[in-house]
């Protein structure tokens, strides 16, 4: 019951283009290297990004580069993009109460109200955050000015 790795290593590869794709050519094997990840992993990425809007590939020799700017870019378009069932798969409830006993019967009512309000708090929270939060809190760890 946690975010998936893919949403970070999303994050990861849009940083990236944000800092050096406007001077240079990125690639699936520039990223891979960077994030560490299967090239395989990257180009999959990359696509459901650009399905959502987020990047652009060129044809050719390749190269990727963001198609918004940062501050448009939310932490839950990018979750969204990569892990469409994201927040239905947050929380789980187990898959085989008892239809016998009262509790296994009403388990998923008892906790579809708690669960839900707790998806609705992490959408709220991934929609308030942007890549334009992720750029500025990289360049204050590297000691730089946005």
């Known amino acids: 019951m946690r975010i998936n790795t893919k949403c970070s290593v999303a ?3 849009l940083l990236f283009l944000h800092e050096y794709g406007e001077t240079q050519r990125v690639t699936s094997g520039i990223l891979a ?3 560490g990840c299967n090239p395989v992993v990257i180009r999959n990425l990359i696509s459901a990004l650009k399905k959502a809007g ?5 044809g050719g020799k390749g190269g990727t580069r963001l198609c918004r700017s940062p501050e448009e870019i939310t932490l839950y378009q990018i ?3 990569v892990d469409p069932g994201c927040l239905d798969d947050l929380v789980g409830i187990h898959p085989l109460p008892s239809a016998l006993c009262p ?3 009403n388990i998923r009512t008892v906790l579809a109200v708690p669960y ?3 998806q609705a708090d992490v959408r709220k929270s991934l ?3 942007t890549l334009a939060d992720i750029v ?11």
């Open 11 to 13: 994050v990861h590869c």
């Open 33 to 35: 290297l960077s994030t």
């Open 54 to 58: 987020i990047v652009e590939v060129a």
């Open 79 to 81: 979750y969204k993009a």
């Open 103 to 105: 509790i296994g019967r």
């Open 116 to 118: 839900g309000k707790l």
């Open 127 to 129: 929609e308030s955050s």
């Open 136 to 146: 500025a809190e990289y360049r204050s760890a590297q000691g730089q000015e946005g």
